[in-house]
């Protein structure tokens, strides 16, 4: 997609909010503080920002007013991928710098809670801190020291946030699951990490049900030997069981928090891959690189301050929610929503954003075409007139995400499609405060972020599909895997194709101008003689057919030098997949993108099989159909519904 596809922008920001964007004063001051441009806007800020990356990540740490108890040595000690070397020297402390709001403004919301009932519950910056210092006093006294890991097995509730700040300042490594995971997909997690506590709940709500969880808190306690606590948290009002320290208890006292000063590369927290094939990857980031990624990506990129709320749909399986916590390191109000995005309606995700008039409202591409086919009317039905931005992860967002949200929401809207990845904690490329949207597109590559698209040469690529790569480090990349000590994983998962250079495993298009597409992931490509499409753009053009609820469309070499193309569709109640639909879906494909790229067979199943995380399992179903057992081809613990998987099993059986 090129800039003469696609000339007019969807939105663009005015004067105005261009001129009072945090990125612009930041620009401002960075060009007579540290040699940046000072014309030439984001495009001029974005290379000195890759060509001089030392200097910028000074001057980030220097606008932010990061607190290094000890000075660093120098920014970067070693560039190279894997293993840069970030600020060695320095010391500092995450969860300090997420609570520094609690010293100017103590009585302003830090957390706003809501759950199905739709009703707020406000935690001040105060009362975070004094929960923050009476946990992490509480740790100490069971002997947690730096460097130990601490689980949680929760919701998206004030009490996590507090765990993991509490956990951070004791310089101990956080780690959660979301209790909707069963105990297997947990265990495949937490037991590579030994953590020594344990936070549970005793169940959650979620579409109007309760759903207890004692069986399995009382499995993993069983099958996590290193455990030297467990705290309850009763969220439906069970006691304590046996053993268990109670919430209330542990964060009874007045205490003021001591914050464990650590080095920059100290490991704050593990988050995991969804590992659909073998044990999901353990994978553990800095608290001094997260902090300043964070900073810039929130402070600069999502343009958040004191006066905002922030909102995103996430719960605590996902990167998203740590993400979203780091909110609070701009001094912003975190929105924590716990509960199902679509009860008791479509709409629901919009009535929360209405109710803490969330300036950043922050949700998944696929929400939003689930509104559009809903035709959900948020602005008819919500006062939205806070919102600023609606930003959209976990897959592109199609063209059509973006009109609706730009005719449904407001025509004046920032739409920040983003994408990155749980290995960075963050986004390679998406919101950009002063710059214009255009349908499909992310806005830009992100600062210090020197995103490229790259041809199997290694040969950068404008205007033409290509691999995603990073040439230069950045703070938040992994300072290891868990477990690999050689850190040949760690290698192999980014650095096999380009050495030195990180492969993310998507494919992408950076235009023209700057902006870039994403098409879907390079390992469950569509390649058809030649010519290679992402999953997503076929998703989107059939998506768009009233009578398709989801689809899932795999490309297999086949042993005979043939390829074989199936599309898997679930449909919408009522629907049924005849010839006609069948020859509507291959004419949309056919018109829309590629004639090429039309199915050998449209086949209708159950529904798409997910990951925990919300995303459609490509390469699994790939394997399956390529005749690998169900048992290799997929971790049972890291999908949604492990029964979905065999039907693709049984139809390898029968195609041969």
């Known amino acids: 997609m090129t800039a003469a596809a696609n000339p007019a922008p969807l939105w663009q920001p005015d004067s105005g909010r261009i001129a009072a964007a945090r990125i612009t004063h930041f620009q401002t001051w960075a060009a007579e503080h540290h040699g940046a441009p000072a014309e030439g806007g984001y495009a001029a800020l974005h290379r000195w920002s890759v060509a001089e990356l030392e200097t910028f990540w000074r001057a980030v740490a220097d606008w932010f007013d990061v607190r290094f108890s000890t000075p660093y040595?120098?920014?970067?000690?070693?560039?190279?991928?894997?293993?840069?070397?970030?600020?060695?020297?320095?010391?500092?402390?995450?969860?300090?710098?997420?609570?520094?709001?609690?010293?100017?403004?103590?009585?302003?919301?830090?957390?706003?809670?809501?759950?199905?009932?739709?009703?707020?519950?406000?935690?001040?910056?105060?009362?975070?801190?004094?929960?923050?210092g009476a946990l992490a006093a509480e740790l100490r006294a069971l002997g947690v020291r730096p460097g130990d890991r601490v689980s949680g097995y929760l919701p998206n509730i004030p009490q996590a946030v507090t765990a993991l700040l509490a956990t951070a300042a004791v310089g101990a490594v956080w780690t959660s699951c979301a209790p909707d995971f069963g105990a297997r997909s947990?265990?495949?997690?937490?037991?590579?990490?030994?953590?020594?506590?344990?936070?549970?709940?005793?169940?959650?709500?979620?579409?109007?049900?309760?759903?207890?969880?004692?069986?399995?808190?009382?499995?993993?306690?069983?099958?996590?030997?290193?455990?030297?606590?467990?705290?309850?948290?009763?969220?439906?009002?069970t006691e304590a069981p046996e053993g268990a320290l109670d919430w209330s208890a542990v964060t009874a006292a007045d205490t003021e928090p001591a914050f464990e000063q650590v080095p920059f590369d100290h490991p704050l927290w593990v988050l995991?891959?969804?590992?659909?094939?073998?044990?999901?990857?353990?994978?553990?980031?800095?608290?001094?690189?997260?902090?300043?990624?964070?900073?810039?990506?929130?402070?600069?990129?999502?343009?958040?301050?004191?006066?905002?709320?922030?909102?995103w749909y996430t719960s605590t399986g996902w990167m998203m929610w740590n993400f979203l916590v780091s909110g609070l390191l701009t001094g912003t109000t975190v929105?924590?929503?716990?509960?199902?995005?679509?009860?008791?309606?479509?709409?629901?995700?919009?009535?929360?954003?209405?109710?803490?008039?969330?300036?950043?409202?922050?949700?998944?591409?696929?929400?939003?075409?689930?509104?559009?086919?809903?035709?959900?009317q948020p602005s008819r039905d919500?006062?939205?007139?806070?919102?600023?931005?609606?930003?959209?992860?976990g897959s592109p967002l199609p063209p059509d995400g973006f009109r609706w949200l730009h005719d449904e929401v407001a025509e004046d809207l920032w739409i920040a499609s983003v994408s990155g990845g749980t290995d960075v904690c963050s986004c390679f490329a998406g919101a950009v405060p002063t710059l214009p949207v255009h349908i499909g597109e992310l806005q830009a590559a992100c600062l210090g972020t020197d995103l490229q698209s790259w041809d199997p040469h290694g040969k950068p690529l404008i205007g033409e599909v290509g691999e995603l790569v990073v040439t230069n480090?950045?703070?938040?990349?992994?300072?290891?895997?868990?477990?690999?000590p050689d850190g040949s994983r760690y290698?192999?998962?980014?650095?096999?194709?380009?050495?030195?250079?990180?492969?993310?495993?998507?494919?992408?298009?950076?235009t023209d101008r700057g902006s870039v597409v994403i098409h879907g992931r390079s390992d469950s490509t569509l390649n058809r003689q030649g010519v290679r499409?992402?999953?997503?753009?076929?998703?989107?053009?059939?998506?768009?057919?009233?009578?398709?609820?989801?689809?899932?469309?795999?490309?297999?070499?086949?042993?005979?030098?043939?390829?074989?193309?199936?599309?898997?569709?679930?449909?919408?109640?009522?629907?049924?997949?005849?010839?006609?639909?069948?020859?509507?879906?291959?004419?949309?494909?056919?018109?829309?993108?590629?004639?090429?790229?039309?199915?050998?067979?449209i086949i209708e199943v159950p529904a798409v099989p997910h990951t925990l995380t919300g995303k459609r399992i490509e390469v699994p179903v790939k394997r399956l159909l390529q005749g690998t057992a169900l048992a290799k081809a997929v971790n049972p613990g890291s999908v949604d519904n492990i029964e979905l998987l065999r039907f693709y099993e049984e139809l390898a059986r029968t195609r041969k």
């Open 73 to 132: 040595e120098r920014v970067l000690a070693d560039p190279a991928m894997p293993g840069a070397r970030w600020f060695p020297g320095a010391t500092l402390n995450y969860a300090e710098h997420a609570l520094r709001a609690a010293e100017d403004r103590p009585h302003d919301p830090a957390l706003l809670h809501l759950d199905e009932t739709h009703e707020p519950t406000v935690i001040t910056w105060s009362e975070l801190r004094r929960q923050v």
């Open 491 to 510: 290698r192999d998962s980014y650095f096999e194709m380009f050495p030195g250079v990180w492969r993310h495993g998507d494919w992408i298009t950076i």
């Open 335 to 376: 929105v924590l929503y716990d509960g199902s995005p679509g009860y008791p309606d479509t709409g629901a995700q919009w009535r929360i954003a209405e109710l803490t008039e969330a300036t950043l409202f922050g949700t998944s591409a696929a929400y939003v075409m689930a509104c559009r086919k809903a035709d959900v």
């Open 533 to 601: 499409m992402g999953s997503a753009d076929i998703y989107e053009a059939v998506e768009r057919l009233p009578e398709i609820r989801e689809s899932l469309v795999i490309g297999l070499e086949e042993p005979d030098g043939g390829y074989w193309m199936p599309l898997f569709v679930h449909l919408a109640e009522g629907a049924t997949l005849d010839d006609g639909l069948r020859d509507r879906i291959k004419r949309t494909i056919r018109e829309q993108l590629s004639p090429r790229h039309v199915p050998d067979d």
């Open 473 to 484: 480090p950045m703070p938040s990349m992994p300072i290891r895997f868990w477990n690999d």
């Open 272 to 311: 995991y891959s969804s590992g659909t094939t073998g044990l999901p990857k353990a994978i553990v980031q800095s608290q001094g690189g997260i902090l300043l990624e964070h900073l810039k990506q929130l402070g600069l990129h999502c343009d958040l301050g004191p006066e905002d709320r922030f909102f």
């Open 186 to 237: 947990v265990l495949d997690r937490f037991q590579q990490v030994e953590p020594v506590v344990l936070f549970t709940v005793d169940g959650y709500r979620y579409g109007g049900k309760e759903h207890d969880r004692t069986d399995t808190v009382a499995e993993l306690r069983s099958e996590l030997p290193t455990l030297r606590a467990v705290i309850h948290i009763p969220l439906l009002g």
């Open 382 to 393: 919500h006062d939205l007139s806070r919102i600023k931005c609606v930003a959209t992860t």
